[in-house]
């Protein structure tokens, strides 16, 4: 059987990130070049047997060597319990991990996967309109069979650089049609998103994967729309300035039974793990939740790029990898 793995963490909250912090050894089931420099993967569990169930939205974080850590969003049917698929865009600017799945991960190899877990659910709504940035199509695939599924209205606008580069695309025009718009920007240019999403609709959920510069379109088309219309899904953190509190701040970890001092220029998770305080972390950015721990005493000061503004407001969970605090001391129950 697979090798699973249980990390001593809790604090995860229900109705945010939710998921497993199980890690497994599986076996590149499949490997196929997909589109320019997209690669497909799928993993399945050697001796055959089923893997973890998981919901649309839902991202697995894959373990490299040189302690990399990598997320990708699952892409294949969810009813199929017997492989995992991911889609990785080859970055050659980035810091390894793409390269290392294109180049050197080979069908028939081992690899190491923590997950799944979700912090981009699928809510329900009456209608849906989905909006992908290239690569950012994985975690709409699902969606749009779970849309689909339910009998919900829904429209898909898909960009990216040119056709070519654009992953599932005869795939999604086959099967659903009219419905998906492919726009790949050699021919049509910037997405429209003023004319997309310029009429607000009731009961009408937007979601949206893709680069920075379109999700931060799609916020400001959005702005009219009613709070928690929009959901989205950032392959890479917020642009960070300072934090309001310079100076050092105490942490009291209650289950750990220790109390620590994060200093400037230090994250808690630095410190925690300087104190051998038990925490999963993955993209020490503050974009996959792994790190998501519950807060019980002081205000923190949120950095991350997944809570949503209500769920800041709350002030129940904090990422401990790039949040801080706004108080002098923090009680976590971790």
């Avoid at 998906?180 to 920007?185: C, E, L, N």
């Avoid at 379109?214 to 890479?236: D, T």
Wanted: with cysteine; aromatic share 6%.
């Amino acid at each position: 059987m697979s090798e699973v793995v249980v990390d001593s963490h809790t604090g995860v909250k229900a109705g945010s990130v939710t998921g497993t912090e199980e890690i497994r050894t599986l076996v590149v089931s499949r490997k196929e070049l997909i589109a320019d420099d997209v690669v497909l993967l799928e993993f399945a569990d050697p001796d055959g047997g089923d893997l973890t169930a998981w919901e649309p939205g839902a991202h697995i974080d894959l373990l490299l060597p040189g302690d990399m850590s990598r997320q990708y969003s699952l892409c294949g049917d969810v009813a199929n319990r017997r492989v995992w698929q991911v889609a990785v865009l080859r970055e050659p600017e980035g810091r390894g991990g793409s390269i290392y799945l294109h180049d050197e991960l080979a069908a028939g190899a081992s690899i190491r996967i923590r997950g799944p877990r979700n912090n981009f659910a699928f809510d329900k709504a009456g209608s849906y309109i989905f909006v992908a940035g290239g690569i950012g199509v994985t975690p709409m695939l699902p969606m749009i069979a779970a849309a689909e599924s339910a009998g919900a209205s829904w429209e898909l606008v898909y960009g990216g650089r040119t056709k070519s580069s654009m992953s599932f695309v005869d795939h999604l025009t086959s099967t659903y049609g009219e419905r998906v718009s492919i726009r790949p920007q050699d021919e049509f240019g910037l997405l429209d998103l003023p004319g997309l999403l310029g009429t607000v609709r009731g009961d009408t959920a937007v979601y949206c994967c893709g680069p920075e510069p379109l999700l931060q379109a799609i916020e400001n088309a959005c702005e009219p729309w009613p709070a928690g219309s929009l959901h989205l899904e950032r392959f890479s953190p917020k642009a960070l300035e300072e934090p309001l509190l310079a100076e050092s701040f105490e942490v009291e970890c209650q289950m750990s039974d220790k109390t620590i001092t994060v200093p400037p220029g230090k994250s808690i998770v630095d410190v925690m793990q300087e104190n051998d305080i038990p925490i999963v972390v993955s993209c020490q950015e503050g974009t996959c939740g792994s790190c998501e721990t519950v807060i019980l005493a002081g205000t923190p000061e949120h950095r991350d790029s997944i809570l949503t503004p209500a769920e800041r407001e709350a002030n129940e969970t904090m990422m401990v990898c790039v949040s801080r605090a706004l108080t002098p001391r923090l009680t976590l129950e971790i």
